[in-house]
């Protein structure tokens, strides 16, 4: 007579809940919660930064982020456009000043004058 097939033992209810020698693996029951060693409400506040410090990085959603990020894209780029219409203003006072070399006379002013109206501080 033949003996009956036994079933490995990790298949037996019951049994095979011991890792084997050697092994980090161990079988998975239902009502195992494998997340058991995450950190509680309270563990995280006991953890955190005294109440005169906060984590203000971690507290910002990707949206907020964004909206910061565009706010700040604005303001750079009002500042850049500033500076440029600056520096176009100030290059045609040089200009016009380069072009009636100083002279006072009447006609000079007035060349001067429809020329600098001219002149804007707009950088296109």
Same mark, same amino acid.
């Given at each position: 007579?033949?003996?009956?097939? %036994?079933?490995?033992?990790?298949?037996?209810?019951? %049994?095979?809940?011991?890792?084997?020698?050697?092994?980090?693996?161990? /079988?998975?029951?239902?009502?195992?919660?494998?997340?058991?060693?995450?950190?509680?409400?309270?563990?995280?506040?006991?953890?955190?930064?005294? &109440?005169?410090? &906060?984590?203000?990085?971690?507290?910002?959603?990707?949206?907020?982020?964004?909206?910061?990020?565009?706010?700040?894209?604005? $303001?750079?780029? $009002?500042?850049?456009?500033?500076?440029?219409? /600056?520096?176009?203003?100030?290059?045609?006072?040089? %200009?016009?000043?380069?072009?009636?070399?100083?002279?006072?006379?009447? =006609?000079?002013? =007035?060349?001067? %004058?429809?020329?600098?109206?001219?002149?804007?501080?707009?950088? $296109?």
């Amino acid at each position: 007579m033949t003996e009956p097939e %036994k079933t490995p033992p990790s298949h037996e209810p019951g %049994k095979g809940s011991e890792p084997e020698k050697g092994s980090d693996i161990s /079988e998975w029951r239902p009502g195992d919660n494998p997340r058991d060693d995450r950190p509680t409400a309270d563990d995280r506040r006991s953890d955190s930064a005294p &109440s005169g410090g &906060s984590d203000r990085g971690s507290s910002l959603s990707p949206a907020r982020t964004r909206v910061i990020a565009l706010i700040v894209a604005v $303001f750079a780029a $009002f500042g850049i456009l500033w500076i440029g219409g /600056e520096q176009h203003y100030q290059s045609c006072l040089a %200009k016009v000043e380069a072009q009636t070399g100083g002279a006072n006379d009447g =006609l000079s002013r =007035l060349v001067r %004058k429809t020329a600098l109206t001219k002149c804007s501080r707009s950088p $296109f």
